[in-house]
């Protein structure tokens, strides 16, 4: 009998321990999602939305943690290299 509701009582605690655990990853997931979605390369002037070579100034900081507070970092404008994705060439 004292076995018996040890054994439960084990289950429901692992069972709760398990939740509590998916919680607090999903939680600091989300939070750190949120973060990265905060660094400003995209609408910096120097980003060039390409793979290869993501900023011409800071290419390694570029799209990271280490790009918040970027010294270099200018506003778009209206010709930037990332806005000219799907223009034709003149030439």
Same mark, same amino acid.
């Given at each position: 009998?004292?076995?018996?509701?040890?054994?439960?009582?084990?289950?429901?605690?692992?069972?709760?321990?398990?939740?509590?655990?998916?919680?607090?990853?999903?939680?600091?997931?989300?939070?750190?999602?949120?973060?990265?979605?905060?660094?400003?390369?995209?609408?910096? =002037?120097?980003?060039?939305?390409?793979?290869?070579?993501?900023?011409?100034?800071?290419?390694?900081?570029?799209?990271? =943690? =280490?790009?918040?507070?970027?010294?270099?970092? =200018?506003?778009?404008?209206?010709?930037?290299?990332?806005?000219?994705?799907?223009?034709?060439?003149?030439?």
């Amino acid at each position: 009998m004292l076995a018996t509701i040890f054994c439960a009582s084990f289950a429901w605690a692992t069972l709760i321990f398990f939740i509590l655990s998916i919680w607090f990853t999903l939680k600091h997931g989300i939070n750190h999602l949120k973060k990265l979605h905060q660094i400003p390369c995209h609408a910096c =002037e120097y980003f060039t939305n390409d793979y290869r070579l993501k900023c011409t100034v800071h290419p390694i900081k570029a799209c990271s =943690e =280490e790009a918040f507070g970027c010294l270099d970092f =200018e506003p778009q404008t209206s010709f930037c290299n990332a806005c000219q994705k799907g223009r034709r060439k003149l030439c």
